[in-house]
Antibody, heavy 120, light 113 residues
């Protein structure tokens, strides 16, 4: 059974940093791209960043480019999102999502999410 | 970025009746070399993560009831629930994955009339 478990959310200060993690199990992690998708309170879904199975290719939404870094440790089946220069508008539930078998960014499994709150 | 626009924003349908949600993209999602439309539909219930329902515009994900169907091509797409059940109350999102920077529609809230 595929499982994705996010952690690392919490309260961050504007201008501060947070590192999110997503522990994956139930599939061959290195064979699949992964993404982070966020959802601000009461709002819709916003794709944040994606990474290929090998980790060699990454993509970022314009809203976070230059402030966040996606990475993965395939030996530990873990996905990361390093968030720097936090802004109030980064407040959201952050989901990690597994890319489907086609390799394109349709997401067939999602974690339960971790809440990031940016406030002074 | 490709902009996805859903209509309506909210919808109330009686149990057993048909529900239809529309999604329009700012550019074509049809990729000629694969002959596929790079469009997915998700269902999100309160307090839960999204769930993939439909991909390639019309292919049902494994385990999704056959009352859910997707149609359309190019820039105009539709999600149809043929006979609304109480458990279908949720917010529905379309998503384009044609570009590396995928984007979602704003969501359509489906309720029981």
């Amino acid at each position: 059974e595929v499982q994705l478990l996010e952690s690392g959310g919490g309260l961050g200060q504007p201008g501060g940093s947070l590192r999110l993690s997503c522990a994956a199990s139930g599939f061959t992690f290195s064979n699949y791209g992964m993404s982070w998708v966020r959802q601000a309170p009461g709002k819709g879904l916003e794709w944040v960043s994606g990474i290929s199975g090998s980790g060699g290719t990454t993509h970022y939404a314009d809203s976070v480019k230059g402030r966040v870094t996606i990475s993965r440790d395939n030996s530990k089946n873990t996905l990361f999102l390093q968030m720097n220069s936090l802004r109030v508008e980064d407040t959201a539930v952050y989901y990690c999502a597994k890319v489907g078998t086609s390799g394109t960014n349709r997401f067939d499994y999602w974690g339960q999410g971790t809440l990031v709150t940016v406030s002074s | 970025d490709i902009v996805m626009t859903q209509s309506p924003d909210s919808l109330a349908v009686s149990l057993g009746e048909r529900a239809t949600i529309n999604c329009k993209s700012s550019q074509s999602l049809f990729f000629r070399s694969t002959n596929k439309n790079y469009l997915a539909w998700y269902q999100q219930k309160p307090g839960q993560p999204p769930k993939l329902l439909i991909y390639w515009a019309s292919t049902r994900e494994s385990g999704v009831p056959d009352r859910f169907s997707g149609s359309g091509s190019g820039t105009d797409f539709t999600l149809t629930i043929s006979s609304l059940q109480a458990e279908d109350v949720a917010v529905y999102y379309c998503q384009q994955y044609y570009s590396d920077s995928c984007t979602f529609g704003q969501g359509t809230k489906l309720e029981i009339k």
